[in-house]
T-cell receptor, first 107, second 114 residues
């Protein structure tokens, strides 16, 4: 089956940039997604990228896709304490999720 | 719109008990799914449905049953609860199971099986 891998934890200082990385195995994915989960809540779609794109920018968020290496990253500029959450990447039409990266933002 | 609603929010069961986790959506979405979330393992797909009357198994279907008699509702049944089913369960829905399908998630049901 498909596999999606992420690092478990990232800690940054407020105002710094955060980069969350993800690798996946399913090269047939049409879209790749980033979801955000705040404590005690369900997941919310943060952004997505179409598989024929290399980069997508959406305000403070930048998604980079390297199809050759099957590597997806999410960059959050000017990270705020409100960005503290768990971030999941997901790929595949039936959505296989990575294990999630817990982002901690220190004031 | 209420979006995706789940009940109950919390549940404690004894081994061998059965129960149904409720999920409803008011967005007229065709696609609904159930996931379980365990620490460090992301979300794993249990069952999904692409429309009323149609269901299929996901990655971890054993011990769970589903039915989809209406577009709005997609209950998940635990037939005989086991401690390994202790988890947080999320229901999700989207307009279509393929393409750019933003999935809308419910708030989750935290289940403990003793």
């Amino acid at each position: 089956g498909e596999d999606v891998e992420q690092s478990l934890f990232l800690s940054v200082r407020e105002g710094d940039s955060s980069v969350i990385n993800c690798t996946y195995t399913d090269s047939s994915s049409t879209y790749l997604y980033w979801y955000k989960q705040e404590p005690g809540a369900g997941l919310q779609l943060l952004t997505y990228i179409f598989s024929n794109m290399d980069m997508k920018q959406d305000q403070r968020l930048t998604v980079l896709l390297n199809k050759k290496d099957k590597h997806l990253s999410l960059r959050i500029a000017d990270t705020q304490t409100g960005d503290s959450a768990i971030y999941f990447c997901a790929s595949g039409n039936m959505l296989t999720f990575g294990g999630g990266t817990r982002l901690m933002v220190k004031p | 719109n209420a979006g995706v609603t789940q009940t109950p929010k919390f549940q404690v069961l004894k081994t061998g008990q059965s129960m149904t986790l409720q999920c409803a959506q008011d967005m007229n979405h065709e696609y609904m799914s159930w996931y379980r979330q365990d620490p460090g393992m992301g979300l794993r797909l249990i069952h999904y449905s692409v429309g009323a009357g149609i269901t299929d198994q996901g990655e971890v279907p054993n011990g769970y049953n589903v039915s989809r008699s209406t577009t709005e509702d997609f209950p998940l049944r635990l037939l005989s609860a086991a401690p390994s089913q202790t988890s947080v369960y999320f229901c999700a829905s989207s307009y279509s199971g393929t393409g750019n399908n933003e999935q809308f998630f419910g708030p989750g049901t935290r289940l403990t099986v003793l």
